[in-house]
Structures are given as C-alpha cells and as structure tokens.
C-alpha cells in the first residue's frame, strides 16, 4: 500500500526531472567566441602540414565557438551542399590553412560547435550557422582595426599593450589575444589567435580568460581531434603582456 503512495506520489516528480534533463543536455548557449587566427602563424603551427602556405595577408576565421558544449549532435552530418553559396567567402575568409581546398576544417568546426551552437534560433542550421560566422566576421573586420592602429605584419616587434589597445578601443571589450610562447630560435612571442566574444544577442562582450583550462597547449588541445592537424606540435598561449610580439608576415613563411 504504501509503496504505491510512494510511486503515485513521485511519478509527476520523476517524468518533469527527466523531461528537464533530456532538454538540458544541450542547454542554450549564453556565449559565443569568434575565433580568428593569423594565417602566417597556424602554418607555423602545422609545420610540415601546411604544404602551401597561405597568400592570405589579413586574418581568417578559425571558428565561432558557443559555451554550451563541444560535439553536441553526432547525427547532424556536415554537408557542404548546404552552404554551396557561401564557399566563395568561405573560401576567402574561413579557409583551411593546411589544405586550401579541402573542407575537413569546415566539417570539424560543424561537427565540435555548430552542432551545439544550433539549439539557438539565431543559427538553427547549417547555413545559418556559418553566415552568422561570416557576417560577424566582416563586421569586426580585426585586420583593418590593427592596421588603423598602425599594427600591420612587421619585421619588427610590437609591444602587447599597443595591439590590446586597438582592439579595446576598437571595440569597448576584451579579447582573448593568443601567442606562441618564445623559442630559442626566437626571442619574441609570435602572434596567433585572436577571440573576440558575443553574448547571445550578438553583442560584444569581454573573453573572459579560463585560467585553469589554459594548460600547456590550449590551441592543440582545441585541435587535437582535428586530424589533419595532427602533426601540431606546439601550441599556443595567452600572450604575455610583458614581451615583444612578432606579427610576422609572409614572407616568414619563404625563408
Ligand atoms: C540532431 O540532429 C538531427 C538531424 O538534424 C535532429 O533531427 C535531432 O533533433 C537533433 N538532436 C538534438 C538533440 O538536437
Ligand atoms: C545535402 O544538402 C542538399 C541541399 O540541401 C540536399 O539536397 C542533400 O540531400 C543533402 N545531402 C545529404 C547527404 O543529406
Ligand atoms: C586548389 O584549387 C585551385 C583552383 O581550383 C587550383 O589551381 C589549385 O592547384 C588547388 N590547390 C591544391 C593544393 O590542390
């Protein structure tokens, strides 16, 4: 008798926890990180992946990266079709560094966060996804803020505090600005990536930076199940504030 008070008594209980969990599992997201990286710098990355070097002389996108998961839906499967109309700008803007004509870049950035990215309406498929990228994208237009600044692919060093200062002055918040840390064959840090952050009305908002997740490599870590950039050795980290910053140019990649 009493068990089945019990029961009656935690089955509505039991039905709305369950409904609200299922529902969480891919919860809205309340952030989003516009990554762009510095063509020049990710072939340096990839070593001996990047076998034709980008001509890009401004920076491309990496991806647009919500805070609600990574890999969301493994049954949502990239399709290029979708977004056939966009390729000429993918092609410009968001192209795969080690493979210019390939589309596993596009596919790895649907597959890890376009796929959580859709719970929102504003990105609901596909397309709308990677125009949404897109036309954040152009709208920031990074290499035109740094150059108005007179910060502009250089042999010469640049102080951090003169290429956050355009960027926050640019656009009243802070990005997260990304380095490769100095080597022995080089004494400044080399600029890398640059995320800048949206909250979910698409209004810019401070990167807040994860210290504890900022570990040794974060810019492998975010790639490691990416496989064509497997021979990725070394990483990137959060610039330092302290150190000359080479924004190297192109012709880096030809000596
Ligand atoms: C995953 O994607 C499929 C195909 O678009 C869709 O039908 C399904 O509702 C999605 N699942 C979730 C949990 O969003
Ligand atoms: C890919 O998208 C196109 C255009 O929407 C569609 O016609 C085609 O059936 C899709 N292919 C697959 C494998 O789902
Ligand atoms: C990429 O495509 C262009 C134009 O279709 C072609 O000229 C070029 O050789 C291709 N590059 C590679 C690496 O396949």
Redesign the pocket.
């Known amino acids: 008798m009493k068990s089945t008070r019990l029961c009656c008594l935690f089955l509505p209980f039991v039905i709305q926890y369950t409904s609200i969990v299922s529902s969480k599992?891919?919860s809205d997201w309340t952030k989003v990180v516009l990554t762009h990286h510095w063509p020049v710098t990710a072939c340096m990355l990839l070593g001996s992946s990047c076998k034709s070097p980008p001509k890009m002389n401004y920076w491309t996108l990496h991806g647009l990266w919500p805070n609600n998961g990574d890999s969301?839906?493994n049954?949502?499967p990239f399709n290029v079709t979708e977004i056939q109309s966009l390729l000429p700008d993918m092609h410009t803007f968001w192209p795969d560094v080690a493979h210019p004509n390939g589309t596993k870049f596009w596919k790895h950035e649907w597959v890890k966060h376009g796929?959580c990215a859709?719970?929102d309406e504003s990105v609901n498929s596909e397309f709308k996804y990677f125009s949404k990228a897109l036309e954040l994208y152009k709208k920031l237009d990074l290499t035109s803020v740094l150059m108005k600044y007179n910060i502009k692919p250089s042999p010469s060093y640049y102080r951090m505090s003169d290429i956050r200062n355009a960027i926050t002055s640019t656009f009243g918040v802070h990005a997260k600005i990304q380095c490769i840390p100095p080597s022995e064959e080089q004494s400044a840090q080399i600029l890398g990536q640059i995320e800048i952050c949206f909250n979910q009305e698409y209004g810019l908002t401070d990167c807040v930076h994860e210290k504890s997740t900022e570990g040794s490599s974060p810019y492998f870590n975010k790639l490691q199940f990416f496989g064509i950039y497997q021979e990725l050795n070394t990483g990137l980290m959060v610039c330092d504030e302290q150190l000359d910053t080479y924004y190297p140019p192109l012709n880096e990649l030809h000596k």
């Open positions: 599992s891919i969301c839906n049954s949502w796929t859709v719970v």
